[in-house]
């Protein structure tokens, strides 16, 4: 099948290329054929999803053939972002690993121990350019973006299908925005989801993905390698709470976002077979964070 990406890449047009690419997920068609020639500004809420939901499929056994590559700006922020190398693509333009440093984290796997600890290295740096909050330290919010690449790799590690030969990875990007002084940054995994992560240390069961969420914004989250509830989830939100940005979790069938003391939830018509967590967060607008990133960028 013919797969059109076209506008701005976020989590919304996630949304219809997952609906889209139901034939190739049930195996229906055996080929994707991309066309990125109309694709727009991609922000890593939809470029994470968007590479997760590619490896997904080829390791269904379908094959992914990029027909079309986007824009020469675009193809060349995709190829620096490592989007096109996650995929199995071609990349055919140049990449220059010095472009740009201090501004973002390319795709990464969160499953690669070799990185594992230069990720949560990556998060503390940029913890140091958001505002300030008053009710959580930046300790705490350190300790909970570290819990959630932590939960984000256990989820991962726990899924285990014996007709699935080559897996789709655990990943992670962040961009910082600096007109707008905002980082963003997404999590995406196809590890069991919240839901089934609370029930396998939980007494009690969930009637739906919503509740597992509302469950664990409101506790925090847990794996089975450790001991009470963690700060995750709900430290999170407590924090995106004070610092004005938003918080968005899509797990199973259900979609989450806080932004400020509002929250709107929403039912999707397809499932998502692990989480997908995104944060918007303010910087403050004198940021510079390429001696925090530097390293990481050239690595």
Not at 35 to 51: C, T, Y
Not at 130 to 145: T, Y
Request: charged content about 25%.
């Amino acid at each position: 099948m013919r797969l059109p990406v076209t506008g701005e890449l976020n989590d919304h047009a996630w949304e219809e290329l997952l609906s889209a690419c139901q034939p190739c997920i049930s195996g229906e068609d055996k080929t994707l054929k991309l066309d990125f020639s109309s694709v727009g500004w991609s922000s890593p809420s939809g470029l994470v999803p968007l590479a997760a939901l590619l490896n997904v499929i080829r390791s269904k056994g379908v094959e992914v053939v990029v027909t079309h590559y986007p824009p020469q700006d675009i193809c060349s922020y995709y190829c620096r972002m490592d989007f096109l190398e996650c995929i199995g693509a071609e990349t055919p333009c140049q990449r220059n690993r010095n472009s740009g440093a201090g501004r973002f984290i390319e795709i990464s796997e969160l499953h690669n121990s070799e990185i594992h600890a230069d990720i949560i290295e990556q998060l503390s740096a940029l913890l140091e350019a958001v505002s300030e909050a008053n009710d959580i330290s930046k300790r705490s919010f350190i300790d909970a973006c570290g819990e959630l690449v932590s939960n984000t790799r256990h989820a991962y590690d726990r899924k285990v299908d014996p007709r699935i030969t080559e897996r789709s990875g655990a990943l992670i990007q962040a961009q910082y925005y600096p007109r707008e002084s905002q980082v963003e940054f997404c999590i995406c995994d196809t590890g069991v989801g919240i839901k089934a992560s609370l029930e396998a240390t939980d007494t009690a069961g969930y009637s739906s993905h919503a509740e597992a969420i509302t469950a664990a914004l409101a506790r925090g989250n847990r794996n089975q390698e450790q001991t009470g509830a963690g700060l995750g989830l709900a430290a999170l939100a407590s924090y995106i709470r004070k610092n004005g940005g938003s918080l968005s979790i899509r797990t199973g069938d259900a979609r989450k976002v806080l932004e400020r003391e509002s929250v709107s939830a929403k039912e999707k018509p397809k499932t998502w077979p692990g989480t997908i967590i995104t944060l918007r967060l303010n910087v403050k607008s004198d940021t510079n964070l390429s001696k925090s990133w530097e390293r990481m960028a050239r690595s």
